[in-house]
């Protein structure tokens, strides 16, 4: 096993997920899998293969380019009706910055 | 934020045995009209939240469609930067978490950029000096967090998304400034070719334009380079000089005494004048990127670039050439003239209005700027239209208006804005032109002062001074210096 718990909390923290020791145990082996799984792909010699990053395609021009024209779309209201806590005219967060 | 650190005091010996290694990260908001994405609109100043849709509040299924407008003001940038436009770029995504990026990611370019491989030359003591521009890149803003002002500040934060997809571009230049003071100079140059572009306003205070620094610093002669921090928070021109001196000297401090820079980010606080290492985990630095599936490489046809490029307008240095080459100007007044473009076209206004050019030159950066300056104006604001100044300064050039009479007649211009006839109709400033009225008054004062006239007569020539001196006052300076010469002399002879 090439994997250990200290990456698996680090994916986890990177994802904003907090795992339980139990948690850390049981998806170590099931991250590690993936893993080797990926590597025996690796064995593979795609020297003469191009990169395909995506399964869209350079096209000779740009297909769908957007004009700069505004338009309206939510109003205030309308985008703020899903914030789980919704203040006046702002979306309202627990603190992001450390205050002395 | 971490404990108060002791702000060093570095002797100038020891200072004098380092040099700071800096490069900027500028991002410059773009004028287009709409988002990078989305047809939102970018207009500055709107209740929070009301430009928003689903595709920049990052809601579930919604797609980006990239702006034209966008890449044509990124290609003006680049080439503006000199730089290479590669004919196919990526988008990728950068990702973190951020109340005020609501995707969870950054829509952003990384290992295939818009463009790169350019440089600009700024003026460092008198000669020119080659800063070289790593690359120019698009991506969208993140909204803006507010941290202060509600009455729960201290356990919450407001976001407003109206930023969010707002088109940026950044500028990474290489590490090739070597003092705040060439940084300074780097960011002026930026700021006026966007300017120049209309790419963008570079509006620092609202954030149009934004500047963070990699900084680090090694013994004068090694090539290495000493372990950077990135400086953030640097929102003025003023505090960017400010912090990168602190930034080095404390960088110098830690490795003169044998102790090691960590690598990290900075914070620069204006009120104490001093940078604050931020918390690693506040920040984490894997940005995992990997290609935006949402979006189509961006292709740049050659089509494409030649029409952004033959759209051009000509750039602050060129300008300057132009003006000594075309006006017969100074470097240093070319040099002053073209800093802005406003400035500049001002000044072509009033020279195609048929001014003489040094003439133009020396009263739009002598009075009127002094006017500007007095009532805190820019050129944009100037009372006093271009138009209406080549008007004054025909009237000089005709000698109709004396240079002295000239500057109480802007004066009143700048502060009414109405045009050099209209002012010296309503206060009887017309320079007096007419011998016979100048000689009138002449006879007067000769024959009011026998005993000064006498000595004239004698062989006192120095008295002359003092019959133009009387002569001026009595017309209160309106009458043509040179008449006042030949009429005195004809009529002293007499």
């Not at chain 2, 988002?35 to 919604?62: E, Q, W």
């Not at chain 2, 001002?346 to 002598?366: H, R, T």
């Not at chain 2, 002359?464 to 005195?488: C, E, H, I, S, Y």
């Given at each position: 096993m090439?994997?250990?718990e200290?990456?698996?909390?680090?994916?986890?923290?990177?994802?904003?997920l907090k795992l339980?020791?139990?948690?850390?145990?049981?998806?170590l082996?099931q991250l590690?899998?993936?893993?080797?799984?990926?590597?025996?792909l690796?064995?593979?010699?795609?020297?003469?293969?191009e990169p395909?990053?995506?399964?869209?395609?350079?096209a000779?021009e740009n297909?769908?380019?957007r004009l700069?024209?505004?338009?309206?779309?939510?109003?205030?209201?309308?985008?703020?009706?899903?914030a789980?806590?919704?203040?006046?005219?702002?979306?309202?967060?627990?603190?992001v910055?450390?205050?002395e | 934020m971490?404990?108060?650190?002791?702000?060093?005091?570095?002797p100038?010996?020891?200072?004098?045995?380092?040099e700071?290694v800096?490069g900027?990260?500028?991002h410059?908001?773009?004028?287009?009209r709409s988002?990078?994405?989305?047809?939102?609109?970018?207009r500055f100043g709107?209740?929070?939240?009301s430009?928003?849709?689903?595709?920049?509040l990052?809601?579930p299924?919604?797609?980006?469609?990239?702006?034209?407008e966008?890449?044509?003001m990124?290609m003006?940038?680049a080439?503006?930067?000199?730089?290479?436009?590669?004919p196919?770029?990526?988008?990728a995504?950068?990702?973190?978490?951020y109340?005020?990026?609501?995707?969870?990611?950054q829509?952003?370019q990384?290992?295939?950029?818009l463009?790169?491989?350019?440089w600009?030359?700024?003026?460092?003591?008198?000669?020119s000096?080659?800063?070289?521009?790593?690359r120019?890149?698009l991506?969208?803003?993140?909204g803006?967090?507010l941290?202060e002002?509600?009455?729960?500040?201290n356990?919450?934060s407001?976001i407003?998304?109206n930023?969010?997809?707002?088109?940026?571009?950044?500028?990474v230049?290489e590490p090739?400034?070597?003092?705040?003071?060439?940084?300074?100079?780097?960011?002026?140059?930026?700021k006026t070719?966007?300017l120049y572009?209309?790419v963008?306003?570079?509006n620092?205070?609202?954030?149009?334009?934004?500047v963070?620094a990699?900084?680090?610093?090694?013994p004068?002669?090694?090539?290495?380079?000493g372990?950077?921090?990135?400086?953030?928070?640097?929102?003025?021109?003023?505090?960017?000089q400010?912090?990168?001196?602190?930034?080095?000297?404390?960088q110098?401090?830690?490795v003169?005494?044998g102790?090691e820079?960590?690598q990290?980010?900075?914070?620069?606080?204006s009120?104490?004048?001093?940078?604050?290492?931020?918390?690693?985990k506040e920040f984490?630095?894997?940005?995992r990127?990997?290609?935006?599936?949402?979006l189509?490489?961006?292709v740049i046809t050659?089509?494409?670039?030649d029409?952004v490029?033959?759209?051009m307008p000509?750039?602050?240095?060129?300008?300057r050439?132009?003006?000594?080459r075309?006006?017969a100007?100074?470097?240093?007044?070319a040099?002053?003239?073209?800093?802005s473009?406003a400035?500049?076209?001002?000044f072509?206004?009033?020279v195609?209005?048929?001014?003489q050019?040094?003439l133009a030159?020396?009263?739009?950066?002598g009075?009127?700027?002094?006017l500007?300056?007095?009532?805190?104006?820019?050129?944009e604001?100037?009372?006093?239209?271009a138009?209406n100044?080549a008007?004054?300064?025909q009237?000089?050039?005709?000698?109709?208006v004396s240079?002295?009479m000239g500057k109480?007649?802007l004066?009143?211009?700048?502060?009414s804005?109405k045009?050099?006839?209209?002012?010296m109709?309503?206060?009887g400033?017309?320079?007096?032109?007419?011998?016979?009225?100048?000689?009138?008054v002449?006879?007067?004062?000769?024959?009011?002062?026998?005993k000064?006239?006498?000595?004239?007569?004698?062989?006192?020539?120095?008295?002359?001074?003092?019959f133009v001196?009387?002569?001026?006052?009595?017309?209160?300076?309106?009458?043509n210096p040179?008449l006042?010469?030949d009429?005195?002399?004809k009529?002293l002879a007499?």
């Amino acid at each position: 096993m090439a994997l250990t718990e200290k990456d698996v909390r680090y994916v986890a923290d990177l994802a904003h997920l907090k795992l339980t020791e139990d948690e850390v145990a049981r998806f170590l082996p099931q991250l590690d899998s993936i893993l080797t799984y990926m590597q025996k792909l690796n064995q593979l010699d795609t020297k003469n293969v191009e990169p395909m990053a995506q399964v869209t395609y350079p096209a000779a021009e740009n297909p769908a380019l957007r004009l700069d024209a505004p338009q309206p779309a939510f109003s205030q209201k309308e985008a703020l009706s899903n914030a789980p806590e919704p203040a006046a005219e702002y979306f309202k967060v627990p603190l992001v910055i450390e205050k002395e | 934020m971490s404990k108060l650190e002791t702000a060093p005091v570095i002797p100038d010996e020891v200072r004098n045995r380092y040099e700071a290694v800096i490069g900027l990260e500028v991002h410059v908001q773009l004028l287009a009209r709409s988002k990078i994405f989305c047809a939102c609109s970018t207009r500055f100043g709107d209740p929070p939240n009301s430009n928003t849709c689903p595709v920049c509040l990052g809601l579930p299924g919604a797609l980006p469609v990239l702006n034209r407008e966008a890449v044509t003001m990124a290609m003006k940038a680049a080439m503006a930067l000199n730089c290479t436009i590669n004919p196919r770029s990526r988008f990728a995504r950068k990702n973190y978490f951020y109340p005020d990026l609501p995707k969870g990611y950054q829509i952003s370019q990384y290992d295939e950029p818009l463009s790169e491989h350019g440089w600009i030359d700024i003026e460092v003591e008198g000669k020119s000096k080659r800063i070289g521009i790593t690359r120019v890149h698009l991506e969208e803003d993140a909204g803006k967090s507010l941290h202060e002002g509600f009455p729960d500040s201290n356990e919450k934060s407001y976001i407003d998304l109206n930023r969010t997809g707002v088109p940026l571009i950044e500028i990474v230049s290489e590490p090739d400034l070597r003092s705040p003071g060439e940084a300074y100079e780097y960011l002026t140059r930026l700021k006026t070719i966007m300017l120049y572009l209309e790419v963008s306003d570079c509006n620092m205070e609202e954030g149009s334009l934004r500047v963070d620094a990699n900084v680090s610093v090694r013994p004068v002669g090694a090539s290495a380079l000493g372990t950077k921090t990135e400086v953030k928070n640097l929102n003025s021109f003023r505090f960017l000089q400010k912090a990168l001196a602190y930034e080095i000297e404390r960088q110098i401090e830690i490795v003169d005494r044998g102790a090691e820079i960590t690598q990290e980010t900075r914070l620069y606080d204006s009120r104490e004048g001093r940078t604050y290492g931020m918390r690693s985990k506040e920040f984490a630095h894997d940005y995992r990127y990997f290609p935006e599936p949402d979006l189509l490489p961006l292709v740049i046809t050659d089509m494409w670039r030649d029409d952004v490029r033959r759209s051009m307008p000509e750039l602050p240095e060129v300008r300057r050439q132009r003006f000594m080459r075309d006006y017969a100007l100074a470097a240093y007044d070319a040099a002053q003239l073209t800093a802005s473009k406003a400035l500049a076209d001002y000044f072509e206004d009033i020279v195609k209005a048929s001014a003489q050019p040094k003439l133009a030159a020396n009263w739009v950066l002598g009075e009127l700027a002094y006017l500007l300056k007095e009532a805190g104006k820019e050129i944009e604001k100037s009372p006093v239209r271009a138009a209406n100044l080549a008007g004054l300064l025909q009237l000089i050039e005709q000698e109709t208006v004396s240079g002295k009479m000239g500057k109480d007649i802007l004066a009143a211009m700048f502060s009414s804005g109405k045009t050099a006839r209209e002012v010296m109709s309503s206060q009887g400033l017309e320079q007096i032109n007419d011998t016979e009225k100048i000689a009138a008054v002449a006879r007067e004062i000769i024959s009011a002062n026998p005993k000064q006239v006498e000595q004239y007569r004698s062989g006192k020539t120095a008295t002359f001074g003092w019959f133009v001196g009387q002569l001026m006052k009595a017309t209160r300076g309106q009458a043509n210096p040179q008449l006042v010469q030949d009429v005195l002399k004809k009529e002293l002879a007499g």
